[in-house]
Each structure stands twice: as structure tokens, then as C-alpha cells.
Nanobody, 115 residues
Framework: QVQLVESGGGLVQAGGSLRLSCAAS????????MGWFRQAPGKEREFVAE?????RYIDSVKGRFTISRDNAKNTVFLQMNSLKPEDTAVYYC???????????WGQGTQVTVSS
């Protein structure tokens, strides 16, 4: 059974930092692209960042967020710096297979940035 468990969310002031983690189990971690998405109240879930052998980001977080992965620990991270109130959302981890179509989601972790 595949599980993705996010952690590291919380309340932080604008300009602060948080580091999200997503621990995966039940899958061959290196065979998956790992991503972060977020959903703010009243808005659709949106892509934030993804890592395979390379990384890509939504424009609004470039230069502030860094995605990384540790294949030995089956964990993906999202380092978030210079946080803004508009970054407030529930952040979800997603596993996308490099071959195939079945994706997996975590349960989400709340990030709240106060002004």
C-alpha cells in the first residue's frame, strides 16, 4: 500500500521559512517524479514544484522555494523561504510514475503565513 505522509507545515510570519517533508512508502521511490501542489481556500489545487533528475517550479515561487529529494530515505522536501501571505494553503505531495499513469497523493499539510 502506497503512503505519502507530509509534515513540516505550520504558522509563520511573512518573510519566514518552513521546510516541508514528504515520506513515501510502498513504491519504488526512484521511479517516481515527486511534486508539491497547494490549494488555498476557495481556489483550485495548483502545481508548485516537481523533481525528477531536474526541477521545475511555478513562476511565483522561483527563487524562494527549493525542491529536493533523498532517494535513500524515500523523502522529498520543499524548502520555502521568504514566505508571503499568498503562499498560505494546504500543501500536498504527489508521486507521478516516470512510466505509467497511476499517481498518489498525500493527505496535505497546512501552511499559514501571517502578514
Amino acid at each position: 500500500q502506497v503512503q505519502l505522509v507530509e509534515s513540516g507545515g505550520g504558522l509563520v510570519q511573512a518573510g519566514g521559512s518552513l521546510r516541508l517533508s514528504c515520506a513515501a512508502s510502498g513504491l519504488t521511490f526512484s521511479s517516481y517524479a515527486m511534486g508539491w501542489f497547494r490549494q488555498a481556500p476557495g481556489k483550485e489545487r495548483e502545481f508548485v514544484a516537481e523533481i525528477t533528475g531536474s526541477t521545475r517550479y511555478i513562476d511565483s515561487v522561483k527563487g524562494r522555494f527549493t525542491i529536493s529529494r533523498d532517494n535513500a530515505k524515500n523523502t522529498v522536501f520543499l524548502q520555502m523561504n521568504s514566505l508571503k501571505p499568498e503562499d498560505t494553503a494546504v500543501y500536498y505531495c504527489k508521486a507521478r510514475p516516470l512510466v505509467g499513469i497511476r499517481t498518489y497523493w498525500g493527505q496535505g499539510t497546512q501552511v499559514t503565513v501571517s502578514s
